[in-house]
């Protein structure tokens, strides 16, 4: 993420309501990604939901990142 980028999620990240929300979301989608983790058939599937829960988590940090890279 350049510093452009960062300033142009300033809003969503500003704004505790829709930053929780996302949050929210994320933790909801990873806890569906574990599920789907623990009956994945193939190293593929295993390491795609992986990938998948990894970025999720970038979504806890992002408030943090935007702010760090908008300097």
Same mark, same amino acid.
């Given at each position: 993420?350049?510093?452009?980028?960062?300033?142009?999620?300033?809003?969503?990240?500003?704004? #505790?309501?829709?930053?929780?929300?996302?949050?929210? &979301?994320?933790?909801? =989608?990873?806890?569906?990604? =574990?599920? &789907?983790?623990?009956?994945?058939?193939?190293?593929?599937?295993?390491?795609?939901?992986?990938?998948?829960?990894?970025?999720?988590?970038?979504?806890?940090?992002? =408030?943090?990142?935007?702010? #760090?890279?908008?300097?």
């Amino acid at each position: 993420m350049d510093k452009k980028q960062a300033k142009s999620l300033s809003p969503l990240i500003n704004n #505790k309501e829709a930053l929780d929300a996302l949050v929210a &979301y994320a933790e909801i =989608r990873m806890d569906s990604c =574990r599920t &789907y983790l623990e009956t994945a058939q193939t190293w593929e599937a295993v390491k795609e939901l992986q990938g998948a829960v990894k970025e999720l988590r970038r979504f806890m940090t992002l =408030r943090d990142e935007v702010l #760090k890279k908008a300097e």
